[in-house]
């Protein structure tokens, strides 16, 4: 059974970084190494928006045009950890996130992709 359990989140004033971490447990290297693996956030009283995806196996990413040359999506496979680096956070990054993974080929990761497991997520809060 495949756990995410993401860590990392906390507050932080506008033009801080956060780094968020999310660990997968239950996931086989060669499983993993065949997965998409996102993050997302979703905003106090807005939908869920899609920051960030990338595949394991070859390091495609795909970012989100609000967090563009802010924020880097990377993985650690020998780990099975997905990490965000946020840096220059605005108030309008406050939000919880959650990281997401499914198996799928490398064309199907992208920002629209639809993904089977989630994390718990995690608050992230910017203040002026």
């Known amino acids: 059974q495949v756990e995410l359990v993401e860590s990392g989140g906390g507050s932080v004033q506008a033009g801080g970084s956060l780094k968020l971490s999310c660990e997968a447990h239950?996931?086989?290297?060669?499983?993993?190494?065949?997965?998409?693996l996102g993050w997302f956030r979703q905003a106090l009283g807005k939908e869920r928006e899609a920051v960030a995806t990338t595949y394991a196996g070859d390091g495609n990413t795909y970012y989100a045009d609000s967090v563009k040359g802010r924020f880097t999506i990377s993985q650690d496979s020998t780990k099975r950890t997905l990490y965000l680096q946020m840096n220059s956070l605005k108030p309008e990054d406050t939000a919880v996130y959650y990281c997401?993974?499914?198996?799928?080929?490398?064309?199907?990761?992208?920002?629209?992709?639809?993904?089977?497991?989630w994390g718990q997520g995690t608050q992230v809060t910017v203040s002026t």
């Open positions: 997401a993974a499914d198996v799928r080929g490398s064309r199907g990761c992208h920002l629209r992709a639809e993904f089977r497991y």
């Open positions: 239950g996931y086989g290297y060669t499983t993993y190494r065949s997965s998409c």
